[in-house]
């Protein structure tokens, strides 16, 4: 079983940037798919990006050429870099862990507010 705690959520102006971290604790990072998703009220929780262990990587539509995911497996940490963030990215953003590559999180983290606006 392994534990995550996102961090870095926060506000910021459209076109701004915000860096997300997840760091994993209780079990061999290295063996799952880690991922980061994002939910807003009253909508289904849809995936940003993930990203393998031997960093093959997927982004959403809306991600690609303004998010970047990577990770540090010797520090157990996840990472999402976004960049040119819009109104329509304002939401909770969780940090998932998944045995199987690219299917939904087995674990799943608190979740961090992003909230972009004037």
């Known amino acids: 079983q392994v534990q995550l705690v996102e961090s870095g959520g926060g506000s910021v102006q459209p076109g701004g940037s915000l860096g997300l971290s997840c760091v994993a604790s209780?079990?061999?990072?290295?063996?799952?798919?880690m991922s980061w998703h994002r939910q807003v009220p009253g909508k289904k929780r849809e995936r940003v990006a993930a990203?393998?262990?031997?960093?093959?990587?997927i982004l959403a539509d809306f991600a690609k050429g303004r998010f970047t995911i990577s990770r540090d497996n010797a520090e157990g940490t996840v990472y999402l870099q976004m960049n040119n963030l819009k109104p329509e990215d304002t939401a909770v953003y969780y940090c998932?862990?998944?045995?199987?590559?690219?299917?939904?999180?087995?674990?799943w983290g608190q979740g961090t507010q992003v909230t972009v606006s004037l």
């Open positions: 998932g862990a998944a045995e199987a590559s690219w299917n939904l999180p087995d674990y």
């Open positions: 209780g079990d061999f990072f290295s063996k799952y798919t």
């Open positions: 990203i393998s262990f031997g960093s093959a990587i």
